[in-house]
């Protein structure tokens, strides 16, 4: 991006192995719902396969953009996360199942 111009929207890149029926996952659908899609482009990279929940249906319904990356190596997930260029990048794995820390 051109970082000397404002963004037209802020691109939020989430990266989680809980985009299901887990806790994580009960709670970001209901963020992403709410998020001004004026303002912000939401792109989610799952590092989990598809459980088919409503929950992950939700989730993928409420952002522009979504990609499955489980079994991915570290170097590619990163590349594709570099590609769409967020503003912003949120790894909300941390030490769970599905992390990739290290």
Known sequence: PQ?????????????????NFRPVGQVVQSMFSLIDKDRFEVICFSAEANDGSQVLVNIHNSVEEFHWVKGLDVRTIAEMINSVQPHIFLDLNGYTDGGHTG
């Open 3 to 19: 970082w000397n111009l404002p963004p037209d929207r802020i691109v939020l890149a989430v990266l989680s192995a809980d985009f």
